[in-house]
């Protein structure tokens, strides 16, 4: 689905005769966007909120920098579960072309998470009375963003992003006299799509 909407945001006739002096983005926009995550195996679907600062290089190139934050709880029987809470920052590389009526865009970009993992009780006593198990985190990674996208009237946009990281699940164990302690990993993927609306205000125009 998300390689027919670059397609077409590619191929649309919507970019101005004269795309330098009637640029349709501004210089700096500030960019605020809520949306939702899809499941992707390990965790459900949950909502996302971000914050997003977006200078113009040139036209028609885009550097974004983003700060998202993500509720999910996970759902597969592979892996503990609980609550987690997943903080972003992203840069990313957008490439832009429309008119004031509609801009289309695609961009590519390196995004670090950061998780905060809580285990549901009736998980945490489980994994304690048959395995041992103190505590289990989720580790901080890098990853990678596609994002196509949408704006209308220079104020709105709808995004679709899709998401590539791979955290691990550790679980932390220690012996009965506290003297020895250990760690497993599981490897996993979080990567998903996402589907969000935001609302543009723009600093600076030209």
């Given at each position: 689905?998300?390689?027919?909407?670059?397609?077409?945001?590619?191929c649309l006739p919507i970019a101005p005769i004269n795309p330098v002096e009637e640029d349709t983005v501004s210089?700096?926009?500030?960019?605020?966007?809520?949306?939702?995550?899809?499941?992707?195996?390990?965790?459900?679907?949950?909502?996302?909120?971000?914050?997003?600062?977006?200078?113009?290089?040139?036209?028609?190139?885009?550097?974004?920098?983003?700060?998202?934050?993500?509720?999910?709880?996970?759902?597969?029987?592979?892996?503990?579960?609980?609550?987690?809470?997943?903080?972003?920052?992203?840069?990313?590389?957008?490439?832009?072309?429309?008119?004031?009526?509609?801009?289309?865009?695609?961009?590519?970009?390196?995004?670090?998470?950061?998780?905060?993992?809580?285990?549901?009780?009736?998980?945490?006593?489980?994994?304690?009375?048959?395995?041992?198990?103190?505590?289990?985190?989720?580790?901080?990674?890098?990853?990678?963003?596609?994002?196509?996208?949408?704006?209308?009237?220079?104020?709105?946009?709808?995004?679709?992003?899709?998401?590539?990281?791979?955290?691990?699940?550790?679980?932390?164990?220690?012996?009965?006299?506290?003297?020895?302690?250990?760690?497993?990993?599981?490897?996993?993927?979080?990567?998903?799509?996402?589907?969000?609306?935001?609302?543009?205000?723009p600093i600076l125009r030209r």
């Amino acid at each position: 689905m998300h390689l027919l909407l670059l397609a077409s945001l590619l191929c649309l006739p919507i970019a101005p005769i004269n795309p330098v002096e009637e640029d349709t983005v501004s210089s700096i926009n500030f960019h605020v966007a809520a949306g939702v995550t899809t499941p992707n195996g390990v965790v459900g679907a949950g909502p996302e909120l971000s914050a997003r600062y977006e200078l113009r290089m040139t036209h028609p190139l885009v550097v974004r920098c983003a700060v998202d934050f993500k509720y999910s709880e996970t759902n597969s029987h592979l892996f503990p579960k609980g609550e987690l809470l997943t903080s972003t920052v992203a840069v990313d590389l957008l490439y832009y072309r429309g008119t004031r009526h509609m801009t289309g865009y695609v961009g590519i970009g390196g995004l670090f998470a950061h998780n905060n993992f809580s285990a549901f009780k009736k998980t945490s006593d489980s994994l304690m009375f048959y395995e041992d198990v103190e505590s289990v985190d989720v580790t901080d990674e890098l990853g990678v963003r596609i994002t196509l996208g949408l704006r209308f009237h220079e104020w709105y946009s709808f995004e679709i992003a899709v998401t590539e990281v791979r955290p691990r699940f550790v679980k932390n164990r220690s012996s009965i006299d506290g003297d020895h302690y250990s760690r497993d990993y599981l490897d996993t993927r979080m990567g998903g799509f996402r589907v969000s609306v935001g609302y543009l205000l723009p600093i600076l125009r030209r």
